[in-house]
């Protein structure tokens, strides 16, 4: 499955913004997730969803990011709220399931005033 994340940009500290992820094939079968990599750090996870919906978000995050899917769109969703200056970073989206894992290519999100 090829994955693509969109919806990134400049935003003031206090904002919000919605990335979204397209999927090229059906992702009810996989476990979801968005990461994220700021400059100089590690890859890390942000949030990831089930196939069943259930939810789980970095501690950074909670709160203020949500994580949603829609299968008839193949399109995984975060909603991101009361950003901050930390939140910058590159995103990530990607798809798992069993050993398989699949990456898009990454939505830079900058907060700052």
């Known amino acids: 499955v090829q994955l693509q994340a969109s919806g990134g940009g400049l935003v003031q500290p206090g904002g919000s913004l919605r990335l979204s992820c397209t999927a090229s094939?059906?992702?009810?079968?996989?476990?979801m997730g968005w990461y994220r990599q700021a400059p100089g750090k590690q890859r890390e996870l942000v949030a990831l969803?089930?196939?069943?919906?259930?939810?789980n978000y970095a501690d950074s995050v909670k709160g203020r990011f949500t994580i949603s899917r829609d299968n008839a769109k193949n399109t995984v969703y975060l909603q991101m709220n009361v950003l901050k200056p930390d939140d910058t970073a590159v995103y990530y989206c990607?798809?798992?399931?069993?050993?398989?894992?699949?990456w898009g290519k990454g939505t830079q999100v900058t907060v700052s005033s």
């Open positions: 969803i089930t196939r069943g919906g259930n939810t």
């Open positions: 990607d798809a798992e399931i069993g050993d398989m894992r699949y």
């Open positions: 094939g059906d992702i009810s079968i996989y476990f």
